[in-house]
Nanobody, 118 residues
Framework: QVQLVESGGGLVQPGGSLTLSCATS????????MRWYRQAPGKERELVAT????????SYADSVKGRFTISRDNAKKTVNLQMTILKPEDTAVYYC???????????WGKGTLVTVSS
């Protein structure tokens, strides 16, 4: 059974930091790229960060570049998103995603809410 479970969301003040975690099971974690998406109220879901399966290369949306860091632990089958210098516009539900076109994998977690407000 495939599971992706996000944790670490919550309320944080502008300028603060938060680290999201995604625990996974039920698929070959090391073969999939892992991504974090977010969806703000009234907006479409957007890709925030990606970490590759083989090289571990990372990429980020321009809006979070320099502030967010994605990392993966293949032994623990987890992926983290370290978020710093948070802004009110970072408020959203954050989703963990496992993706591999080659293995036809596209799995989603249920999301964790991040609210940036004073």
């Amino acid at each position: 059974q495939v599971q992706l479970v996000e944790s670490g969301g919550g309320l944080v003040q502008p300028g603060g930091s938060l680290t999201l975690s995604c625990a996974t099971s039920g698929f070959t974690f090391s073969r999939t790229a892992m991504r974090w998406y977010r969806q703000a109220p009234g907006k479409e879901r957007e890709l925030v960060a990606t970490v590759g399966s083989i090289t571990g290369d990372t990429s980020y949306a321009d809006s979070v570049k320099g502030r967010f860091t994605i990392s993966r632990d293949n032994a623990k089958k987890t992926v983290n998103l370290q978020m710093t210098i948070l802004k009110p516009e970072d408020t959203a539900v954050y989703y963990c995603n496992a993706y591999s076109r080659y293995y036809s994998i596209n799995y989603w977690g249920k999301g964790t809410l991040v609210t940036v407000s004073s």
